[in-house]
């Protein structure tokens, strides 16, 4: 079964790699949310992990970390 695709049900952790459900608000393995989104430390706004910098207050966000 370790090679069964089933995007449907299960997605893997971006950080950890466990399998998680897509719609679980953490990780049960790192404890993390899944899917990296940075959060800005200074304002709380959620932005893509591709964001170099918060589009609402402008933070240099950490390409490694800031993560939810
Ligand atoms: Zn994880
Ligand atoms: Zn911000």
């Known amino acids: 079964m ?5 995007a449907d049900t299960e997605t893997a952790c971006q950080h950890c790699g466990a399998l998680v459900f897509p ?3 953490r990780c049960n393995q790192c404890g ?3 899917v990296k989104l940075h959060r800005c430390p ?5 932005s893509e992990p591709t964001c170099e910098r ?3 207050c402008g933070r240099l ?5 800031d993560y939810l």
Do not use: H, N, Q, V
């Open 42 to 46: 200074k304002c709380g706004m959620i």
């Open 2 to 6: 370790a090679t069964r695709k089933s």
């Open 54 to 56: 918060c589009p609402r």
């Open 32 to 34: 993390k949310f899944p």
């Open 61 to 65: 966000l950490d390409p490694d970390g």
């Open 23 to 25: 719609d679980a608000r």
